[in-house]
């Protein structure tokens, strides 16, 4: 069984046609799967809604807390890509026993060219596959969580 | 360097306007790993775009070969998915030392609600970090070559 | 009020995964009209779903029937492209005092690039101007019954 | 030959994915066009591409002088649905002898659930049949420009 903890993110924005801006709603994550036929024994919650770079530390925090208080041991948490590193460093730093992946996107699923259902497939495989450890799952690579980053100029992650 | 073998199958399936039938043109990898904002270094080769109904002896060989004779030892193939467990098993009897994945689609990627994205994403983080072996990436999960088949009623992939 | 008579055609067209062919289903205008969030007031009904190359003279006589017994005196009929205009002759002889505008598509709504949207916004608006008459709305062009014949090289219908 | 003035709107907004906010590049139109496989004479212009909140009295003239100077009788405009009524106002007030129809989206048309395609359908066939004047082409509907409002609840328009 695989927790999937969804905290929001560019993953899961939508466009709200009466403002004529961007927001959160309900996650997207179940449709996603359905999408992809996923037969993979998962429990998805929604610890949060937020933009990663709105998260504090009490936010980090109760992502920490959920993940080491879940009875599963293979966890993917999906998360705004511009402080993915930083909720990575928290749970590298404080959780052990368990394989982590953090996952999101650079465009959300809810537009046509997302990157979000590629992702997805990439996050649950290495969490089914990795050793004890935390992740992160972009660009169809993986990093541990202390030797990645991400290129603000390109929006891609590297290995540092 | 990830070696992928294209061999055409649902994924890769289009609609012909003008017949109004369904047909195969060029590939829509290149487009799709676009898509994910892949930064994995592959190198995309097409070896035949056919129907797996419609596979031979010589054509199954023909996958055999290449993947014996590529310079890479991590390989992935998409695959239709009528025939893929066939090919899997032709590839796990006579390739050895390489991790080869395959993978397909029940919906052709050039439709809205393909799983095409969702199971490259899958297969390509597979291939990178499983074991030398031949395997079914479909569905989210991955099964090795003589442990799998596909249930033709609801279509998903099962252990067996 | 406007009535639309579904007939099928490749408007409508979509994939049946478990037998990887096209298929017929239920028709997909209610939830274009949602899309294009239409405020017309419109009353939809299935009259058959198929291509328009399996119509005989009874499906025709049939359509024929349901447009000259309807209620409304403005009507959109969609419908294959491919004996589109013999319809349309069917109807331009037999009915009158009713604006009849005859659309369709070229690509499956269910497929990404379907022209399926685009054809019932034009459609829908050009059966609220138009004088009594049957007409044909593809291309964005709209074509008396009598002067259209489709292209089947090109696909595009144009004027005779 | 229709001429088509492009001013911006939520019809042509994106998703810019390095800022993670919404943005404009250019026109979708002519994609647009070649997705509905239209094949009504038409010249695309892009007079500017702004939010149509953003727009000021010398933008809306711009807009105005551009429609009297075109050589073209009947003339199609995207625009932002916020302010379309202004720009219909601004244009009926002062420009006779051409059929103006002004229309938009509520949802971007780089998104997967836009009304756009529907829209521009809808727009491109009014445009050629209505007589002079001008006119708002919005869900699914066209009205005089001064019988009409956007219902800012429910973000439809309606007629007054």
């Given at each position: 069984m695989i927790r999937i903890f969804v905290t929001g993110g560019t993953f899961d924005k939508q466009y709200d046609e009466l403002r004529g801006a961007l927001a959160f709603g309900d996650t997207h994550l179940l449709e996603m799967l359905r999408l992809g036929r996923c037969r993979v024994d998962v429990d998805v919650r929604t610890l949060m809604m937020i933009d990663?770079?709105?998260?504090t530390d009490a936010d980090r925090r109760s992502i920490v807390d959920a993940c080491r208080d879940a009875a599963e041991s293979r966890i993917l948490v999906t998360h705004g890509t511009d402080t993915m590193v930083d909720t990575a460093r928290a749970l590298g730093t404080a959780v052990s026993g368990k394989t982590i992946v953090l996952t999101g996107a650079m465009?959300?699923?809810?537009?046509?060219?997302?990157?979000g259902l590629f992702n997805l497939g990439s996050a649950l495989s290495f969490v089914q596959v990795l050793p004890p450890g935390v992740y992160v799952a972009m660009n169809g690579r993986c990093f541990n969580w202390d030797k990645v980053r991400k290129n603000r100029d390109t929006g891609f992650f590297e290995a540092i």
């Open positions: 990663s770079l709105d998260m465009v959300p699923y809810a537009f046509g060219s997302s990157d």
